[in-house]
């Protein structure tokens, strides 16, 4: 399989081409046997490659992917002790910024497993998405179409809102007026949708009691746009920031 194929999605939205490496491919194959795990291929694409460690820190954000010589390993966590989760069929491959959760593959054989999350407080797992290329991809759309570039003098302004949950159809209202990208669940809040279109982009983190929205574009006159278009399904705005002088100024239009 050529090398980063199953993450070509992901790759193509971050710009970034990887080539084998041949000595991390190797110290990964002897975790892995060391440990008693085959390595899915979608994991080995992220690990044995040349500046692998880079994009693994550009898709952690403030997360952190574990180590290679951490693979496989048992792991320390909120549990009363350490736990091999590789006998419980799972592979734990990174931690939340505060171990308030962790992200584990499910060791099914397949090349591309599906992803399951634990958090605080009830530590069990729950499925967060269909396979790790389509984490990878999420995880990508976030660094690039989210955060990137909404830095001083970035080009790109973010808001950022707390409102109330979202209600039936809020999502069909949604996927009739932007492109739904991939989605996934258990963290943060409940589930996590993406949307895009044209130079808009949308974050939406959802949980029983609120919705937490990022809501991006490239000039005052756009995302003004955006947020007044969005007012029918967020428009109990308990909370509205923006980082950036000109996000203050589309927030204090909105508000009136």
Not at 246 to 254: M, N
Request: proline share 6%.
């Amino acid at each position: 399989m050529e090398c980063g194929s199953l993450h070509a999605a992901a790759l193509r939205r971050l710009g970034v081409t990887l080539e084998p490496d041949p000595e991390a491919a190797r110290r990964l194959a002897e975790q892995a046997a060391a440990r008693g795990f085959r390595v899915p291929a979608a994991l080995e694409a992220l690990y044995a490659v040349r500046g692998g460690e880079a994009l693994r820190r550009l898709l952690a954000c403030s997360d952190d992917f574990v180590s290679p010589a951490g693979l496989g390993e048992p792991v320390t966590w909120r549990w009363d002790q350490p736990r091999d989760l590789v006998s419980e069929g799972r592979l734990a491959f990174m931690f939340e910024n505060q171990a308030v959760c962790l992200w584990a593959l499910r060791l099914d054989g397949s090349a591309d497993p599906p992803v399951e999350v634990a958090r605080d407080p009830d530590l069990a797992w729950r499925p967060c998405t269909p396979t790790f290329s389509t984490f990878v991809e999420g995880r990508a759309f976030e660094v690039e179409e989210i955060w990137s570039g909404t830095e001083a003098g970035g080009g790109r302004i973010l808001l950022e809102v707390q409102a109330g949950p979202l209600r039936p159809g809020d999502l069909a209202f949604l996927r009739l007026r932007f492109e739904e990208q991939v989605a996934s669940q258990g963290w943060p809040g409940e589930a996590q949708w993406r949307f895009q279109r044209g130079t808009a982009r949308l974050l939406i983190w959802t949980s029983d009691d609120q919705a937490d929205w990022f809501i991006r574009d490239v000039s005052e006159a756009a995302l003004a746009a955006v947020a007044e278009e969005l007012r029918p399904c967020s428009d109990k705005w308990a909370f509205a920031l923006s980082r950036q002088e000109a996000g203050e100024r589309v927030l204090a239009r909105a508000r009136g």
